[in-house]
């Protein structure tokens, strides 16, 4: 029925398979065991040679030799994890460690391989070592995505104008990790990144636009203003929420008479964060539009007028009591939960 | 009456070459997704090596995090199992405990330990759920809210979470999961990484055996338990090169309902989880999948091959028979369900390669393989087959089986290696080898006992007895 041959054969590919795989499992186990000894013991002696070196006043040819002896992965860990709590004339010490233990000159070759996952492991290093080298500005146009997001995440702390130029145009990153660092990196900039930003979002619409809008709330400058009245025309329903969201950070007349406006806009997402601004100002004279908003067909622009309302104190209050007995149940019912609600949840 | 033996004798040998073809190509799919996975992890390890995540951990534009956990007659362990949630490390959690109608003194415990106090807030109701009781606020834990509810099942309890949860995305787990402190760091990556992830997995590990202190995994053991020690090589087969080998070819349709991450609007706007069905979690993937499709939605599920969480396996054979019946059921359920999908090229790779994966792979398994094992049995008896068919026959369907899972204790000790003394290496290789004599052979019988259950209209959960760790662990559990 069954051919002796093909027995034998299935059965000496199966046990060969199952061999070769007990052999490189309990081999890799082993394997392990004796690099993970080792590796433990040769980050011990770089931690301490680094320990010497950053907190003594002069530099030991000594520990400097040894740290140049101790292998490569033992030597980044060591340098990596001294690099998390160290920031100034510490940071530059290590800086100057690494430099002469040639750490640094590694990872700028890693930063210039054909392959992504060596300049990952390159920009990394000269991220966490705070290195101000134009060669990690060039990682920013990177083709991997990764790659460009560890380089933006440098950035952060090099706010060059060549660096926020280049930043700036990665808001329109298609890779969302690259988009989320190049935020982040533009936030952690702060003041030096705004007026960029600013001529930015005057020129650009879109989904730049909507990311840079993003970026520009958490600034809250004035001097988005212009922009954010721009962008709170345009005919993305994203870009207009971004915008309204950004005027009731800046606030202002321009910004609340913009605000009131946007409660009439098509799109519930836009008059939700348009109520949700006019709350953040107190804008008390726009009491009346927001208790329009009570009537709203969407539950989200209800709870955020009648949350706005309550934030604004005793005119907004009237409007919610005088809903409370209105002919309309959807309005009296989101008055009563928003004044039923404690103050510390009123926010 | 010769004739009639000829025919049987012809029928049995026949069925029994389509056995052994349907395990030969099963095994063969197997080592395609055992090479997809290693791909995979390799790409992933070089990915996370020297990673910092200090950067999501101290940004403002990080997503913030709902935990969702529902318990249910929870208060001996519930102090526990929330200081754990509370500490772990994520810069925007809110963790949100539902007691769903607990009998017990569940939220009275809630209430002294964390300083709740009742408060009022202002909520959507987009899904139909049991009515809330009341809700409570933490004077101590911003971040805790406290829901109380009347009892509606775990699916339920979930959809009222939905509800009062104000993150961007949503954690659902279980009552016997432990999250590693840094897991939700590890699984929030793939929705930084691309705009069109809804939800994603991560590899849940067996607790059984290991040290646990405060909620935490001190130290990773392979468990001399048999059962549970059998479940560990299973669990790692699964998560390691079952879903990881799927990630890679865009087929992952199941998040394990221990732990998971959605986002929040794609769950509510899909209606969240149904009650009326055992496998919700596995349900709820699946419809998130076949809306992206319909809707031309976002709709990619995402695997991360980091060890996230820790569960409890059952060290029962009844617990075990009983939760495995009711997987059982809750796969047959689904696919049930969502038979349109089944071979229908406008759902793409779901519907032409994974959907009748799940069908033939997953569902009919168990009937197969218990009729090759019988017709195998028959045939011998009889004399129509010989020996070294059937020694052709066990070597197909369960040499090959233990050779890829050996191949996949490889592929763990490679990349995570959280088992790392030789005490384990030699336990989990025994327990592979043991998988094959006895434990699988049950397997089927309680999976074709969950058909029966499903053909028969059961919906029944079991209850799901816990040993516990040493110290209190997970919160969820409801009825």
């Known amino acids: 029925m069954v051919n002796r041959n093909l027995l034998d054969l299935v059965m000496v590919v199966e046990i060969a398979l199952l061999a070769l795989a007990v052999g490189v499992f309990f081999a890799h186990g082993v394997w392990l065991f004796v690099t993970q000894k080792q590796f433990l013991r040769d980050v011990t002696v770089a931690r301490e040679s680094l320990n010497r070196l950053l907190t003594r006043g002069t530099i030991n040819l000594e520990d400097i030799d040894t740290l140049r002896q101790v292998p490569r992965d033992a030597q980044v860990t060591a340098f990596l994890e001294a690099s998390r709590n160290l920031t100034g004339a510490g940071k530059e010490r290590l800086r100057f460690v690494a430099g002469e233990v040639s750490l640094l000159d590694r990872a700028r070759k890693l930063c210039v391989s054909g392959l992504w996952t060596r300049r990952l492991r390159g920009a990394r290093v000269l991220a966490r070592m705070d290195v101000a080298d134009p060669l990690i500005e060039t990682l920013l146009a990177d083709p991997n995505p990764a790659v460009r997001a560890q380089a933006a995440e440098w950035a952060a702390t090099h706010p060059a104008p060549s660096v926020i130029s280049i930043m700036l145009t990665m808001l329109a990153d298609p890779a969302t990790q690259a988009r989320f660092a190049v935020q982040d990196a533009l936030l952690r900039m702060g003041a030096t990144a705004a007026d960029p930003l600013a001529s930015f979002l005057e020129t650009h619409s879109g989904l730049p636009a909507e990311s840079g809008l993003r970026v520009a709330e958490s600034l809250a400058e004035p001097r988005f203003l212009p922009a954010a009245l721009r962008h709170s025309a345009s005919e993305e329903v994203g870009v207009r929420t971004a915008a309204a969201n950004l005027l009731g950070a800046i606030g202002g007349p321009a910004a609340a008479e913009r605000l009131v406006a946007l409660l009439k806009d098509p799109d519930s997402l836009v008059r939700a964060a348009a109520a949700h601004g006019l709350g953040r100002m107190q804008h008390w004279p726009a009491a009346a539009q927001l208790a329009e908003c009570l009537r709203d067909s969407a539950w989200r622009v209800r709870r955020d007028a009648g949350l706005a309302l309550r934030a604004i104190g005793a005119p907004g209050a009237l409007f919610l009591r005088r809903a409370l007995k209105g002919n309309d149940p959807f309005a009296a019912d989101m008055s009563q939960q928003v004044l039923d609600l404690p103050a510390a949840a009123a926010g | ?479």
Not at chain 2, 28 to 49: A, D, F, Q
Not at chain 2, 75 to 103: C, F, H, M, N
Request: proline share 3%; net charge positive; glycine share 8%.
């Open chain 2, 1 to 479: 009456m010769e004739a009639v033996l000829l025919l049987v004798s012809q029928m049995l040998v026949k069925s029994q070459f389509l056995v052994l073809v349907y395990f030969l190509g099963v095994n063969s799919w197997y080592l395609v997704l055992l090479l997809s996975s290693l791909l995979e992890m390799r790409r992933h390890m070089l990915l996370i090596t020297d990673e910092s995540r200090h950067l999501l951990l101290s940004s403002t534009l990080s997503p913030t995090i709902s935990i969702l956990a529902p318990a249910f007659n929870e208060a001996s362990t519930i102090e526990g199992s929330l200081r754990a949630l509370l500490a772990l490390q994520y810069p925007r959690l809110e963790v949100i405990v539902i007691s769903d109608g607990s009998k017990d003194e569940t939220v009275r415990v809630l209430v002294e330990r964390f300083d709740l106090v009742p408060v009022k807030t202002i909520y959507e109701r987009r899904i139909n759920t049991k009515p809330v009781r009341s809700l409570y606020r933490s004077a101590t834990y911003p971040s805790l809210v406290v829901v109380d509810k009347e009892n509606g099942g775990k699916a339920d309890a979930l959809n009222v979470g939905l509800s009062f949860a104000r993150g961007e995305l949503v954690c659902a787990m279980d009552a016997d999961t432990l999250i590693e402190g840094d897991g939700l760091q590890r699984m929030v990556r793939p929705f930084l990484y691309a705009t069109d992830v809804v939800a994603t997995g991560g590899t849940i590990r067996v607790v059984n055996g290991s040290e646990v202190k405060f909620g935490r995994i001190v130290q990773a053991r392979v468990t001399t338990h048999a059962l549970a020690g059998i479940q560990v090589v299973e669990y790692l087969r699964a998560f390691l090169f079952g879903r990881l080998g799927w990630n890679r070819l865009g087929g992952n349709i199941i998040i394990s309902g221990a732990f998971g991450l959605f986002r929040r609007e794609s769950v509510v706007n899909a209606g969240g989880y149904l009650h009326d069905t055992v496998g919700e979690d596995m349900e709820l993937v699946l419809r998130l999948k076949r809306l992206s499709y319909e809707q031309d939605s976002p709709g990619t599920i995402a695997f991360v091959p980091d060890p996230v969480a820790w569960t409890e396996v059952p060290e029962s054979i009844r617990v075990l028979g009983r939760q495995r019946d009711r997987w059982h059921r809750g796969l047959a359920d689904v696919l049930w369900r969502h038979r349109r999908m089944m071979l229908n090229p406008r759902y793409g790779v779901t519907g032409l390669f994974v959907f009748p994966y799940y069908v033939f792979v997953e569902l009919l398994a168990p009937l197969i393989e218990a009729a090759g094992l019988l017709t195998l049995a028959l045939g011998l008896i009889s004399g129509i087959i010989d020996w070294r068919f059937a020694a052709l026959f066990c070597l197909t369907a369960y040499g090959l089986g233990t050779a890829l899972t050996a191949f996949t204790l490889i592929l763990e000790d490679i990349s995570f290696h959280r088992y790392n003394t030789f005490r384990d290496r030699g336990l989990l290789f025994w327990w592979a080898l043991m998988e094959n004599l006895g434990y699988r052979q049950m397997t089927v019988y309680w999976r074709l006992r969950g058909l029966w259950k499903f053909l028969h209209g059961r919906k029944d959960w079991g209850v799901m007895e816990r040993k516990g760790f040493q110290k209190p662990v997970g919160v969820v559990g409801t009825n």
